[in-house]
DNA sequence: CTGAAAGCGCTTACAG
DNA sequence: CTGAAAGCGCTTACAG
């Protein structure tokens, strides 16, 4: 390896240039008081002439500051494996950065339990970190909490859902209303005009999971703007275990059996399952990601096609990108992920 | 930001536990000579003791090194623009680690001349760079740079398509076999058993562009295997322009038309072409990559599906791994991309 | 074979 | 408002 060229352009230069000590330099790069105008007027001017740009190594080391960045994301429940994918991207985003002085502490709570979730926040408050990265999964909560992350000036990241106007560095994840308009679009290759498509959220606290919404929203406009006479029921599923689920599908199909079901989560699984028990084979399903009990039916044909969109990739750059805005450098603002289908033909070439 | 909790753990707390200085301390660490057995093997437990991990940013600071990786890719030309995408992911990769002592330049070679590539490769050993990302379009060519490098202690990482048996930190890039395997697959679905598929290889120099041919077997590998009566039948076209290819495209439709077509690489937009110039509107067409001129006849329906596996991700992870290693960090030296299906109906959603 | 000193490009008290 | 000194955790000559 070669030796770094002579630096010409570090503080010594600037501080030799403009008759001042590096002390002086190194506040007004910094942007710490005490500066007369004058001086950090032409301190400035060296600065842009040089294109002075600071040496990340030098600084870390020197201010022997770690920078403390919090993760929250949903735990991994034995109802779906999802949020195991994330958490492999935040933890390979972490171990790639721990040598530039970085720690991850992650935090979790119980998605059907919001209590657990404002504990977390609560707790992560107290703690004073330098940066946030956050699933917001229960939206009123959410927003209060980043409320107060940024009366504290804690900058955060969001993945997974998107939340408005919170000012957040960025939002890493699906374009939800997109993820749901591409599925009714692929939809219509399933069934024809006029038949019934019923779509299906699961969730113990659904008027919070404001994603599940947005999923529903985009795939009824798809229908709506191309006029198939296609009818669209919907059922909200409020208790998470197969035995109310089943009970409440029964209902909904004696009354008026559905030709494709579209569950706007992961778990589709129980829905294919109950397919599979009262011997449905008729109906077409479409559901979201790539959990092994998914595969299992997408497998068997019981499940049509599934969408995903790159879990880990989202928690690897989340953490990423809340890093690089820490260290002052521009990040992308809405980063979303593909929309990748998959199907019996090619789920095992798939990388979540 | 907190300060670093104090430091129990440096080249200092070793040297005070082994009843040394510093630079003894620092010689094991780096395996300098000039150290006898015994403390050697003192300092050693010790640093097992203590788990000691050396400060990357001190050890950069310190040493002013630089490290210096050297990309060699295609050029982009007129005829594809395929290699800008890898391009991109090497420059953004670039940019991410040039805070941290790392310069990347970047090396092209015109695919239809292979002395720009040996020339090219000359250039680079003179240079005596730390590590290497290789794009090996030419196996024979390739596999001698390689060699060279290997005597030179250079670590290199292959993209895009692979080269057996070289010692490579890393491959990073499709599955090339299973990609012509997926490809057949899926040309399953759009035509029946007993007609005629045509494989098509586009390049000036095919007995060099190994890859195409991997794609070739896998795709045979597959229609072979479940015995589907189709029969295959295969061209090499070895020049590039569009009247070369037109004029053996026309002979061999008249001798024997196809009811579908693979062609093996980016190039599928001349074919496409070739099909709406000549009004041929009932063979099914399949290619590679997600350029401009591709989604435009995909939008037209002329090609039925383009196969995309992530082109500037390659370029981002390669230059990335190249840097994890000369970092002494392990590297995952495989690494497939995943095989993306490209269709009218998702291509808006596609990120390259 | 080993040690002591200087220095990498910054930041952090402290002194004036 | 400004400067001089010490130090971050290493590496690099140089001296012995």
Not at 78 to 92: F, Q, S
Not at 179 to 185: E, T
Not at 280 to 299: H, R, S, T
Request: hydrophobic residues 40%; glycine residues 4%; aromatic residues 10%.
């Amino acid at each position: 390896m070669k030796k770094r060229a002579e630096n010409t352009t570090g503080i010594r230069e600037i501080a030799k240039r403009a008759n001042v000590s590096i002390g002086t330099v190194d506040r007004v790069i910094n942007n710490r008081p005490g500066v007369s105008a004058k001086t950090k007027e032409t301190i400035q001017k060296i600065i842009e002439e040089l294109d002075y740009q600071p040496n990340i190594m030098a600084r870390m080391l020197a201010s022997k500051k770690v920078i403390r960045i919090a993760a929250l994301i949903p735990s991994v429940s034995n109802e779906t494996g999802y949020w195991n994918a994330p958490l492999k991207g935040i933890n390979e985003a972490a171990s790639e950065i721990r040598n530039f002085g970085v720690v991850v502490d992650n935090y979790f709570f119980d998605q059907n339990a919001k209590q657990t979730f404002t504990d977390q926040a609560d707790n992560i408050l107290k703690q004073n970190y330098d940066g946030l990265l956050l699933a917001p999964m229960f939206e009123n909560e959410s927003i209060a909490f980043l409320s107060r992350c940024r009366q504290n000036h804690i900058p955060f990241v969001l993945i997974n859902s998107d939340l408005a106007d919170q000012a957040n560095v960025a939002y890493i994840g699906p374009d939800l209303f997109q993820s749901g308009y591409l599925a009714a679009h692929l939809s219509k290759y399933l069934i024809s005009a006029s038949q019934t498509v019923l779509v299906v959220n699961i969730s113990r606290e659904i008027d919070l999971h404001h994603h599940l919404l947005k999923k529903e929203e985009g795939f009824r406009t798809s229908f709506e703007k191309e006029h198939t006479g296609v009818a669209i029921d919907k059922v909200d599923i409020n208790e998470t275990d197969y035995d109310s689920l089943q009970k409440t599908l029964k209902r909904v199909f004696k009354k008026n059996k559905p030709d494709l079901v579209f569950v706007t989560n992961s778990r589709v699984s129980s829905v294919a399952r109950f397919f599979e028990e009262n011997k449905i084979q008729d109906v077409k399903l479409i559901g979201y990601d790539f959990l092994e009990e998914n595969i299992e039916y997408l497998k068997k044909g019981t499940i049509d096609f599934l969408i995903c969109q790159k879990p880990q990739e989202q928690g690897y750059k989340g953490v990423m990108s809340i890093y690089q805005h820490l260290l002052q450098a521009p990040v992308e603002s809405v980063q979303y992920m593909p929309i990748d289908i998959i199907t019996k033909e090619n789920y095992s070439y798939y990388k979540n």
